[in-house]
């Protein structure tokens, strides 16, 4: 999927788990300069309503997500994408999908999810989903993007939108994890995750 500003600036390519609440709060910006003064609630970290008042404050173009070789180019003048590390971002789909939001009969432990992945992935709509490869968002070729960012990376992200519009945006952190503790990851789990994102890590989507 990807959003717009409503003056057609930035055109930003969407991943689940990259961060994309806060990008949403500083396009929304652009078209309510004023919102973050008028309705701080709308910016608020983990309230679960945020993602749709920010959303559609933008233009919102495609589908949610690609086969990684027919990924659509637009031709607004800035292009941007922020990208994950495939094992960080798993780890944020769980403590969020699954702790926070809920969104499985049960709530396995990180360990129980991994070794049944397979069985949440194709029972669980929302599991399915939030766990898609990031090349499903943003393709195979990084040429069609002017600006890449990692989610390391968030004060770029802000810089640009502060060089493109010529004036000052605050600091946004909006993320949806809620307050539960990351899981201990083990080598061996880590290893599985990089083995099954391993298409991310050959499209340099890490």
Not at 149 to 162: A, G, N, Q, Y
Request: charged content about 25%.
């Amino acid at each position: 999927m990807i959003f717009i500003s409503n003056d057609d600036k930035i055109a930003y390519y969407h991943a689940p788990k990259n961060g994309s609440r806060t990008v949403l709060g500083y396009l929304a910006l652009t078209k309510e300069p004023t919102l973050f003064d008028t309705h701080p609630q709308h910016f608020h970290p983990v309230n679960d309503e945020v993602y749709n008042e920010l959303r559609c404050r933008t233009q919102i173009l495609g589908r949610h997500d690609y086969d990684p070789r027919l990924v659509p180019v637009v031709d607004n003048p800035i292009r941007i994408v922020v990208k994950r590390d495939p094992v960080k971002r798993f780890i944020s789909g769980y403590t969020n999908r699954v702790l926070h939001h809920n969104k499985m009969r049960d709530k396995p432990d990180f360990s129980e999810f991994i070794i049944n992945f397979d069985k949440y992935h194709a029972t669980y709509s929302d599991i399915q989903t939030h766990f898609k490869p990031q090349v499903r968002f943003f393709g195979l070729d990084k040429s069609i993007y002017t600006h890449i960012f990692d989610t390391s990376e968030m004060h770029l992200v802000k810089e640009l939108f502060e060089d493109t519009y010529q004036k000052k945006f605050p600091d946004l952190h909006l993320q949806q994890g809620g307050t539960n503790e990351k899981p201990t990851v083990t080598k061996e789990q880590q290893n599985w995750i990089m083995e099954k994102y391993r298409i991310d890590y050959n499209a340099g989507w890490c």
